[in-house]
């Protein structure tokens, strides 16, 4: 009898949550429809129950003339557009190598969904095989060879906090050859594409990705802090803006996938990309996740969200997940 007991209670929850979290998709996708950029964050990266959850919603909510946007390497996402290789998650940042977004990638590819990257840090030296390819095809300066793949190493090793104030003295008085190189890409832009073949909408994402790789300059420049993540956040929505602009005419929505306090309103006098998302876009809505195994998985008003996760993101609405870390 007890066991019996014990089994209909079990179902009962299941129906329960079940019910909760319908409720829940509801009301995200009426909040998705009726806004031209929707937000969806997290509060830390790599955790299996907010993947498996964000990647099962967006599945639902998602229409067709959407795209989306990761924060994720504008280079490497430059190379799935040219290579029409929208399914392969090695080319996105390694917070979104995993069987959900594997899961996402083919889904949307199967519905001629297109994603691009909007951050101007590298996760790969991808591009950098590329554009040495390009020089000696179009016999530009052979000693600007690995010069980008240098430029990437120093990123890379600021990502991991192990570059060495020699090797940032260094950096800071080769900055104008970095400078004149990516410059002399531009110059020979025309060139390149024709080269490569690219048509004109490539040729101007290239040419958006040349001019990233400049900002990345000032970027590895820049003290670890506040300074450098509000400098990142603007040159993402630099990146958001060129896109949106070349491709109005195909979308009726953008899906911005990132962490909680870049899809913020501006708090603690941090301007993160979602303010300038919201200033430029009225229809915009910012959704932050978090976990918390003491509540139902439901959506809050921002006042009612955790105080810790609000002193650290400012997101017009959260989704309290119900759940523990595992990564």
């Not at 590819?109 to 990257?117: A, E, V």
């Amino acid at each position: 009898m007890r066991t019996s007991s014990f089994i209909i209670a079990l179902i009962l929850f299941a129906n329960l949550a079940q019910s909760q979290s319908s409720a829940v998709y509801e009301e995200l996708d009426k909040l998705y429809s009726s806004n031209k950029v929707f937000m969806l964050g997290e509060d830390r990266h790599g955790v299996k129950t907010i993947d498996s959850f964000k990647v099962n919603l967006c599945k639902r909510i998602i229409k067709d003339t959407s795209i989306v946007v990761f924060e994720s390497g504008i280079t490497e996402s430059f190379l799935a557009y040219r290579r029409n290789n929208f399914t392969n998650t090695q080319l996105l940042y390694p917070v979104w190598r995993n069987k959900y977004y594997d899961d996402f990638l083919r889904f949307i590819k199967q519905r001629d969904i297109i994603w691009f990257g909007i951050d101007i840090q590298p996760n790969s030296f991808l591009f950098s095989k590329f554009i040495d390819s390009v020089l000696q095809k179009c016999g530009l300066k052979k000693e600007n060879i690995n010069l980008d793949s240098s430029l990437v190493y120093f990123s890379l090793e600021k990502q991991k906090l192990s570059l060495s104030q020699k090797e940032i003295k260094k950096f800071i008085n080769d900055k104008n050859i970095y400078l004149d190189f990516y410059n002399q890409l531009l110059n020979n832009l025309a060139k390149i594409s024709a080269v490569e073949n690219l048509n004109k909408e490539q040729e101007l994402f290239l040419k958006q990705v040349i001019l990233s790789r400049i900002m990345l300059i000032d970027e590895i420049i820049k003290p670890i802090g506040k300074t450098l993540i509000r400098y990142r956040d603007s040159c993402m929505y630099e990146n958001f803006h060129f896109f949106s602009s070349i491709l109005s005419n195909k979308a009726s929505h953008y899906l911005i996938m990132s962490h909680n306090y870049h899809i913020s309103h501006k708090f603690d006098n941090y301007m993160p990309l979602g303010e300038y998302i919201y200033n430029s876009e009225p229809k915009s809505v910012s959704v932050g996740i978090y976990l918390d195994s003491q509540l139902n998985t439901k959506l809050l008003p921002k006042n009612e969200a955790k105080k810790n996760i609000r002193k650290n993101s400012d997101c017009d609405f959260y989704i309290s997940l119900n759940g523990i870390e595992q990564r």
